[in-house]
């Protein structure tokens, strides 16, 4: 990637050393929790038991190497559209070259703008206020922008490689195992952390809806995939507390001023080459400290539900308006399962298309009007 934006080197400051020291003792720990590898199928088609189990044991999971050049390289291209195409500011009508910007039109949530390695949701009543603690952050180079895109909503309107990603066979295959056959979307986003300038997520756990359900458990708030474009080091990659999605809601402040310090010393960071495809369960503690790297991290991330977390369910309203999603909500919303994978056919026609269960007997076109509909279509996020 053209580093055009990258910023003049950048560092933690007086934390420096101690992050560094954080990012190579992580990472150790990383490595010996046996949760990576390729995505592997039984003989008859579902994903490998063994992973299955390394998942709920850690709450996340690293697939290697999903995501072949060919497929890197026609969403580089989306990327460098979508970043071309931004809108000059915050709020601005036009593009660096005077074009309607992107997402300028829509409705929805699209564009999450932050200080360069600020972190604009820590500490914060903002989301539900389910990021307590605001993260360090650290100072930019005096020629860094204002602000920055760290975050795009709705991003499969934006990018059809996205788009093929979210239909994978092989991602969808493991969905299935995890939420069943019946499984249903949840949102789809891409992150961007720019070397010298990506924003920090605080420590989150994602839920909002059913930490108090009578059916409460370590898979009913979904997980997210996170597809990595360019790979993802510890310095700029998520970092996830194993077994904390089985916990029920942390009181991650505490664990902040326990460790006296937000470097969580249980904490792992996913660690991941370009075409890995990591899984995260969304109740799992995780977060994502400022970039102060020289690397480039693009997550395409894109997640799903259990059907029955959702049907009937009332919206935590922190993606869209609340709502009690019914089953017609679900199926209008499922529809991009269908044009993605039509959309996958059609660029790698060399693949077993994935047959999804509630689609059966139906047939998705990805055509003109499908992408005329999906303006907006994170609208109908299932946000639970
Ligand atoms: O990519 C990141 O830095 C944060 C991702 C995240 O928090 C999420 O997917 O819930």
Known sequence: MDTAVRSAAVDYGAEEAAMQVYLRQGEQRAMTLGNRGPIRFTADGRLHPDILAAYWRCGFYVFEDVLKPDELADIEADLKDILDRLPVERGAPVDHKGRPALAADCTAPTLLWSRPLGDPFGG????????PVKMYEPTPAADAPKEVVYLILGSLQFSEAALRVYGHPHLLTVAAAVNGDDFVPFNEAIFIKA???GASVAWHQDGVTHWDSPDWDEGIHGFNFMAQLYGCTPANGV????????LGKADIKAMV???GTERLPDAV?????????AITNRQAV???FANTSRDWRVTVNFGFHRRRSVLGVMGGGVHNAPAVYDDARIRE???????AIDARRRRFPHEQPYA??????ETWRWDAAARAGMKDYNLLDLSI
């Open 286 to 288: 995780h977060g994502s």
């Open 356 to 361: 999804y269960k509630p689609h059966t007997g």
């Open 195 to 197: 070397p010298g300038l």
């Open 124 to 131: 914060t009543a903002l989301a539900n206020g389910r990021h």
């Open 257 to 259: 001023a326990k460790a």
């Open 269 to 277: 960071p996913l660690v991941c080459k370009p075409g890995d495809v």
């Open 333 to 339: 919303r499922a529809r991009v399962i269908g044009y």
């Open 239 to 246: 970092w996830v507390v194993p077994g904390s999605h089985k």
